[in-house]
C-alpha cells in the first residue's frame, strides 16, 4: 500500500490505536489480577491482544488488524462458550468489541503492508468476519433469557392523554367510546390498604377486560402539596381507600384527604402538620383504615371514621364526613404513640404503614430506622380500642405477661424486633398476623434474647383480644441478612388433598412462599431444614440449617457466578467480576463477614418485599413481582467506624456528614461490635450500571391448585435506566428493581406500576402478556387499587415517587377507567 500519508486516515488510526491502548492496557492489568484471584484467563489475553494490535496500529502495519482478528473470533467463542445465547449476557462481551472490529477494519485503507490475499478475498474476509458478529449479536438479542421463560408481549396500548391550555397536568383526550359495558354491582369498595384486611388485592369488578384495557384514559388527577424543598428523603407509596362514594388518602406528610370517587373533587384535607425531620427512611404514608362504629347512632360525629398513623408517632382519628377529629378517640382525636418508648430521635421510631382492624381492635405496630443501635426504640406492638384510642394491650416480647404500659420510670424493652409493615387479620378467628422483622441492628445478633431469637423474622399470630401469642412460625433462623418480613401475609382458603384450609399466604424476601393454617401456624407446604452456610463473625450462633419449600414454587435464582457479572463493556465486567472473586459467597444465607466483602443474594430488597402478593380466590392463581438483586456487604469494626465519626441519630454529637443516618452508606449498628457498610446498589464505579447481569426484577404467576409456576418473565423495562445515569429510553424488558405490589381482578388482569420505569401497566395473568401500559409523572412505587364510582370501575395509582430507588418524587394521585358514560 505504500507509506501512508499523514492525512485523515493516518490521525484516525492513531487515535483508534491510542484508544485501543487505553483499555487494552487495564484490562491486561485487570485480567492477570483476576488469574490472581482464580477467575477466568479471557481478559488478560483479550488486553494482550488489545494491547498488541494497538502497538501495530500506531505503527500503521497491517499486522494490527490481523491481531485484533484473531482477538475478536477468541471473544466470540469464549463469549459464547460461557453464556451461550443469553442477550443480556453477551452486552459486555461483544458490543463494545464489534464496534472496534468495526473501526478496524474501516482502518485498512490507511495501513501499511497487505492482507495476504486478493482484494476479493479480503473484503469477503472482512464482510465475513462482521457477519459472525452480527449474527452472534442478533442471536443474543432476540433469544429469551436463560432465567426466564415467557411468551412474546402482545402489543401495548397507551393511554391516550392530552395536555390542557390552562393545566400542567395531563387529562383525558376525546374519544368516542368503542367499548361495551359490562353491569357493575354497585357499591364495589376498597375499604382497606390489601383490598380488605385478609389483604388480596383482588376485586370482583370485570368491567376492564383484555379486550377494551386499551381503552383506558385518565378522568381525574388530585395532587397533594406534599413535594421535598430542601432534598428531604421523599415519596409516597399510598394505596388509598373507598367506601361509599368517597375516596380517602394520605399524603407524604400524612396529610388526609376525602375525595369524591368517581371525580377526585376534594371534599376536605385535614392536616395533621408533621414535621419533615420526622421523615424516617423515606417519607411515605402506605395507608389508612377505615371504621365504622355500629355503637353509634347514625349521622353523629365519627360514627365512620378513617384513622391514620404519622411519622412523628400519632394516631389520628378523622370524621369520614367533615375531616373534623374525632373528640372521644384518645386525646381530642390524637394518641400519642411515644408513650412508653423512651428517648428516640426524629425519624427514628416513624410509623409507615396503617393499623389493622380486627374486632374493634386498630393493632399498630412502627418502622425503626435500621442500622443505628443496639439500644433502638422497641418493636412493641400495641392494640389500641378503635372507638376510644385506649390501649387495650401491648405485646413486648421482653416483659413475657405483662400487656400494659410499662411501670413508671421504665419503657418498653429496647431493640426488639418491630413490624414496619402491614398486618393482616381474620374477625371470624379474632387472629393478627404480624410480618415481623428483625432486632435492632441487622448484621450481628450476638445478645439477642431467646424471645428475640424465637420470633425474629417470623409470622406471629396474636389474639386480638389479648394481645397473647395464638401460634409463630419462623422464616429465617437466626437472621442477621435483614431479610425481615416485609410483606403482608395473604388470608385464602388453600386447596390441600383434604379439601380447602384457611390459610396465610406468606411472602418473603428469600423468594420462597411460606403457606401456614392460619388458625394452628402448621405448615400446609412442605417446609424442609436444609443446611446453610456457616462461618464468618459470629459462627457459633449461626443456625446449621434453613427452612426450605420443597413442594410449592420459589422465586429463587441460581446460584451466582463469576460469569453473572456485567456491565456496559468488557472493563466494567471485569471489575464486577475482581469484585466477585474478592467477596465471600457461599450462596444463600452466606454469613456477615469483616475481613472481605460478601455477597448477599436475594439482597435485603427481595425477593419479594413490601408489595406482597395478589390472588384470585377464584381462579386460585397468585400473582408476585419480585426483586432478583445482591447486596455487596461488609462489616467494619468498631474502632474504625468510631475513628470516622460515624454515630446513631441518637447521639447528641451524630453529624449528618459524616454519614450513619437512614441514608448513610455506612450504618453504625452501635453497641454492637461493628458497624455495616450495605451496597444495595453494586454498580461498576464507571458507568453507573450494576454488577448482577440483567434482569432485576420479575413478575410471576403461581397456580394455587396444581402448585405450577404459570408464568415467569422480567418486569420493568430500560426507557429509565443506561450508561452514566442516562436513561435509554427503550421498550426494553430488562426487568428492574421494584417496590410495591398490584391489584388482580375477576376479568383476569393485573394492574401494577412499582418498576423503575415509571408506567402503570395491565397485564394478562393467564400469559403474563401486558396489554396495556401508560407512563406516570413520578415514580409508581405504591400498590394501586380498583373500585366501582357512578356504575363505572376505576383504576387509581399514587405516583408518590420513591428516593432511594431514585424514581421521580411526586404527589400525583391519578383515576383511570374506560370513555364515555356507562349503560343503564
Known amino acids: 500500500m505504500g507509506e501512508a500519508t499523514r492525512g485523515f486516515g493516518f490521525w484516525a488510526v492513531a487515535l483508534l490505536a491510542l484508544t485501543m491502548m487505553v483499555f487494552g492496557l487495564p484490562i491486561l492489568a485487570g485480567g ?34 490481523w491481531i485484533y482478528l484473531l482477538t475478536f473470533v477468541g471473544t466470540l467463542v469464549w463469549a459464547l462458550w460461557e453464556s451461550g445465547l443469553d442477550g443480556w449476557a453477551q452486552v459486555p462481551r461483544l458490543l463494545a468489541p464489534t464496534i472496534i472490529l468495526v473501526l478496524v477494519l474501516l482502518a485498512i485503507p490507511a495501513l501499511r503492508g497487505r492482507m495476504g490475499m486478493p482484494r476479493g478475498a479480503v473484503a469477503a474476509a472482512m464482510v ?34 392530552v395536555p390542557t391550555p390552562d393545566s400542567t397536568a395531563a387529562q383525558p383526550a376525546e374519544a368516542t367510546p368503542s367499548v361495551e359495558y ?91 402538620q408533621t414535621p419533615v425531620d420526622a421523615i424516617g427512611y423515606n417519607a411515605s404514608c402506605r395507608g389508612l383504615v377505615y371504621f365504622e362504629d355500629t355503637t353509634a347512632e347514625a349521622g353523629a360525629l365519627c360514627a365512620t371514621r378513617v384513622v391514620n398513623l404519622t411519622h412523628d408517632a400519632r394516631i389520628i382519628a378523622l370524621d369520614t364526613e367533615t375531616g373534623q377529629l374525632c373528640p372521644d378517640f384518645g386525646n381530642g382525636g390524637v394518641v400519642n404513640l411515644l408513650e412508653g418508648i423512651g428517648d428516640t430521635a426524629p425519624g427514628f421510631y416513624a410509623p409507615t404503614s396503617p393499623p389493622t382492624l380486627v374486632r374493634d381492635v386498630l393493632v399498630v405496630g412502627s418502622q425503626v430506622s435500621d442500622g443505628q443501635t443496639r439500644e433502638a426504640p422497641s418493636g412493641v406492638i400495641r392494640g389500641f380500642n378503635a372507638v376510644t384510642g385506649a390501649l387495650d394491650w401491648a405485646w413486648d416480647m421482653g416483659r413475657p405477661g405483662e400487656t400494659g404500659l410499662p411501670p413508671e420510670g421504665e419503657v418498653y ?56 401469642v395464638a401460634w409463630s412460625y419462623q422464616t429465617v433462623h437466626y437472621d442477621i441478612w435483614d431479610y425481615d418480613l416485609g410483606g403482608q401475609g395473604t388470608l385464602v382458603d388453600f386447596p390441600t388433598p383434604e379439601g380447602p384450609v384457611p390459610a396465610i399466604v406468606m411472602p418473603s424476601k428469600q423468594a420462597q412462599f411460606y403457606i401456614l393454617n392460619r388458625e394452628t401456624g402448621e405448615p400446609l407446604v412442605n417446609i424442609e431444614e436444609r443446611p446453610a452456610p456457616t462461618g464468618g463473625v459470629e459462627p457459633e450462633r449461626l443456625s446449621p440449617t434453613q427452612p426450605y419449600v420443597t413442594d410449592f414454587p420459589n422465586l429463587l435464582k ?33 454469613p456477615p463477614t469483616v475481613d472481605q466483602p460478601w455477597i448477599q443474594y436475594p439482597g435485603y430488597n427481595g425477593g419479594v418485599d413490601w408489595g406482597g402478593v395478589a390472588i384470585d380466590p377464584v381462579k386460585g392463581v397468585m400473582i408476585a413481582n419480585y426483586n432478583n438483586m445482591p447486596n455487596y456487604n461488609q462489616l467494619v469494626p468498631r474502632e474504625e467506624v468510631d475513628a470516622l465519626g460515624v454515630l446513631p441519630i441518637t447521639d447528641p454529637n451524630y453529624d449528618p456528614d459524616a454519614g450513619g443516618g437512614s441514608h448513610g452508606s455506612l450504618s453504625p449498628q452501635a453497641e454492637s461490635p461493628y458497624g455495616i457498610r450495605v451496597n444495595a446498589g453494586w454498580r461498576v464505579p464507571f458507568t453507573g450500571l450494576l454488577c448482577k447481569q440483567p434482569p432485576y426484577g420479575g413478575i ?25 445515569g442516562i436513561p435509554t429510553m427503550l421498550p426494553i424488558d430488562i426487568g428492574t428493581p421494584n417496590n410495591g405490589g398490584g391489584v388482580v381482578t375477576a376479568s383476569g388482569l393485573f394492574f401494577i406500576a412499582a418498576a423503575t420505569d415509571d408506567i402503570l401497566r395491565a397485564v394478562d395473568i393467564e400469559t403474563g402478556e401486558e396489554v396495556w401500559q401508560v407512563e406516570l409523572p413520578a415514580g409508581g412505587q405504591a400498590t394501586p387499587m380498583t373500585y366501582e364510582a357512578g356504575g363505572k370501575q376505576i383504576v387509581v395509582i399514587n405516583a408518590g415517587g420513591h428516593d432511594f430507588m431514585e424514581t421521580p418524587i411526586g404527589d400525583y394521585f391519578i383515576a383511570y377507567a374506560l370513555p364515555g358514560s356507562p349503560a343503564n
Open 32 to 65: 492477570v489480577w483476576l488469574i490472581s484471584l482464580g477467575g477466568s484467563w479471557y481478559y488478560a489475553l483479550a488486553g494482550l491482544g488489545l494491547v498488541l494490535s494497538a502497538y501495530f496500529l500506531f505503527r500503521h502495519s497491517i499486522v494490527g488488524v
Open 128 to 161: 465475513g468476519v462482521l457477519s459472525l458478529g452480527a449474527s452472534a449479536m442478533v442471536l443474543t438479542s432476540v433469544r429469551e433469557t436463560s432465567l426466564f421463560a415467557q411468551e412474546a408481549p402482545a402489543p401495548l396500548v397507551e393511554a391516550p392523554i
Open 182 to 272: 359490562v353491569a357493575l354491582e354497585t357499591g364495589v369498595d376498597w375499604p382497606a390498604y390489601g383490598g380488605t384486611h385478609a389483604a388480596t388485592r383482588y376485586s370482583p369488578l370485570t368491567q376492564i377486560t383484555r379486550d377494551n384495557v386499551g381503552e383506558l384514559e385518565q378522568i381525574w388527577e388530585f395532587r397533594t402539596g406534599d413535594l421535598p424543598e430542601d432534598g428531604e428523603p421523599f415519596g409516597n407509596q399510598n394505596t388509598p381507600v373507598k367506601v361509599g362514594d368517597r375516596l380517602y388518602l394520605c399524603s407524604a406528610l400524612n396529610k388526609i384527604s376525602a375525595l369524591d370517587a368517581a371525580t377526585g373533587a376534594e371534599f376536605w384535607t385535614y392536616d395533621p
Open 413 to 468: 424493652t429496647p431493640g426488639t424486633p418491630n413490624m414496619w409493615t402491614i398486618a393482616s387479620g381474620d374477625d371470624e378467628l379474632g387472629l393478627v398476623y404480624m410480618p415481623m422483622g428483625n432486632s435492632a441492628v441487622d448484621y450481628w445478633g450476638g445478645d439477642r434474647s431467646d424471645a428475640e431469637n424465637t420470633y425474629s423474622t417470623a409470622i406471629v399470630a396474636l389474639d386480638v383480644e389479648t394481645g397473647e
Open 558 to 590: 441460581p446460584t451466582l457466578t463469576e460469569a453473572d457479572m456485567w456491565g456496559a463493556t468488557p472493563l466494567d465486567q471485569l471489575w464486577c467480576r475482581i469484585q466477585f472473586r474478592q467477596a465471600a459467597y457461599d450462596g444463600v444465607y452466606t
Open 700 to 724: 410471576a404467576a403461581i397456580d394455587l391448585n396444581t402448585r405450577e409456576m404459570l408464568w415467569d418473565r422480567p418486569f420493568g423495562s430500560a426507557r429509565k435506566n443506561g450508561p452514566f
